[in-house]
């Protein structure tokens, strides 16, 4: 089974709403990141969040981090048609490697 | 710039036959990582690598292996390929500072379709 799970698997917003994808783990981690693929193209670092962190932003990305319930969001402000990709995240759990969850396609409609 | 070359992009081969794809990285990373993506799974961790003459085995070994004789290659080679490989192969790159797990710097991918 899957370390991180996404939530919703499948978002279909307008252009200008705000888009929220959440990601539960099961294991305690050391950091969560998040990842961004366009449609057949590779992955691309977005943020990182360490287990001490709660919340980071990066331009119109914030995500949050609640070890406690074992989960972490990631909201996308003003979306844009050009956000439309898929989103994952990947936890650092100490075993030397990411663990990458099964992602959430965004859909933004112009 | 540094880039990360996955080759080739696209292979259709054959059950039984031997395949190798090629990672190469001019990052002048430690850390390379060989992942496959599925629908409904996400990326799976196949093999990896923190240096030269390293190699470890991920979730979905089997089937694959792996060799780093140097720092910016770590082809993966299938010894017999199976119809349950066909997949979307991801090379992946981290860290000089010997952060295996921070920020990955990924290639565009390999599709392999074995028949």
Redesign the interface.
Known sequence: SQQGEEDPQALSIQEGENATMNCSYKTSINNLQWYRQNSGRGLVHLILIRSNEREKHSGRLRVTLDTSKKSSSLLITASRAADTASYFCATDTGRRALTFGSGTRLQVQP | DAEITQSPRHKITETGRQVTLACHQTWNHNNM?W?RQDL??????IH?S?GVQDT?K?EVSDGYSVSRSNTEDLPLTLESAASSQTSVY?C?SSGTSGD??????????SRLTVL
Do not use: I, K, S
């Open positions: 990582f992942y409904g799974h996400g990326l799976r961790l990896y923190y470890n991920g991801f992946a295996p797990t921070g920020e990955l710097f990924f290639g565009e991918g």
